[in-house]
């Protein structure tokens, strides 16, 4: 395989360019749908490696780590508007945002936090709010730095906000690394979580890990190395059953840059086809043109 160029890479949309179509977690389906009203919502996971409180009386033995205190118990009126929360569509982002934003002001200790960020950050994602979304996004690691879900959603945003030109480039898109190659360590060794049918948790879990990689591929493709970014684009587009539009003209123009002409039209008419915005589109089907014409154009010795 050719090595890649390592130009100057044209901007990415400044706005999203499409939806991801991911829920943001494990126990809400993948097609978006919240889980039914009368169901609980799934709770906050507990931070890896974090201690557990002893029980009330205990003290720690002597040289252990004093547990952290225990949570204060969920009272009626904070269950229910966090199951309220979780009983809203993606139609109600809206919502989503007011009451997730007045949740975790009146309940800044709760032990929902964590669910609640991830929440918002979806609800952040589909409303185009980029700021919000990686403030909340941190939040939410670091209460819990294994959140897959949003390691996995911001791989794939904060390459986008990353201009080449800033003194912070290298380090932001190192940062989206480590939260890709976290997540799709953490999605290989994911089990079947118990009331979780193997249909709905193997197709969250390869839209994530298709997330992840698409992550990388950014990343690459920021950085100028478009051999790796094909590579990962390629993963991503295999794995996810809903790629982005976005991806396929990524890969078709990495493709094109390695001369791999076929691979590049099949690409582009993927993006082509896709129901996204009509200037890309049109970007789409010059670029199979190009492909296509490069493809039946003899070759230079």
């Known amino acids: 395989m050719n090595q890649g160029s390592k130009a100057k890479p044209e901007n990415l949309p400044a ?12 126990g809400v389906s993948a097609a978006g749908q919240s889980a039914p009203s009368s169901q609980t919502p799934p709770k906050q996971p507990a931070t890896a490696g974090s201690a557990q409180a002893p029980a009330t009386g205990q003290t720690p033995a002597a040289g ?14 904070e269950e229910d508007a ?3 929360l979780y009983s809203m569509t993606e139609q109600q982002d809206a919502d989503v945002i007011t009451n997730g934003e007045a949740f975790l002001a009146k309940y800044p200790t709760s032990r929902y936090r964590t669910s609640v960020y991830s929440r918002l950050v979806s609800a952040y994602m589909n409303t185009h709010q980029t700021d919000k979304l990686l403030a909340t996004g941190e939040k939410a690691l670091a209460e819990n730095p294994d959140n897959v879900d949003v ?10 906000t990353v201009d ?12 989206a690394e480590r939260d890709a190659r976290h997540a799709i360590q953490l999605l290989n060794a994911m089990q079947i979580p118990a009331g979780q049918t193997p249909e709905r948790f193997n197709l969250a879990k390869s839209e994530m890990l298709g997330m992840a990689h698409y992550g990388l591929g950014l990343v690459n493709y920021m950085r100028g190395d478009t051999s790796a970014s094909v590579a990962e684009l390629e993963q991503a587009t295999k794995i996810d059953p809903q790629p982005e539009p976005l991806e396929f003209y990524l890969l078709g123009s990495g493709d094109l840059k390695l001369k791999k002409y076929q691979d590049a039209a099949a690409a582009f008419d993927r993006c082509a086809t896709a129901q996204w915005d009509p200037q890309w589109q049109a970007r789409c089907k010059k670029g199979e043109e190009d492909a296509k014409q490069a493809a039946a154009s003899p070759a230079k010795p």
């Open 15 to 26: 706005v999203l360019a499409a939806a991801l179509g991911l829920a943001l977690f494990i």
């Open 64 to 77: 252990q780590t004093p547990a952290a205190p225990q949570q204060p118990p969920v009272n009626k009126e």
């Open 82 to 84: 966090y199951k309220a």
């Open 151 to 160: 390691l996995a959603l911001l791989c794939t945003i904060i390459p986008r």
């Open 164 to 175: 080449p030109r800033s003194l912070d480039a290298d380090q932001k898109l190192s940062e």
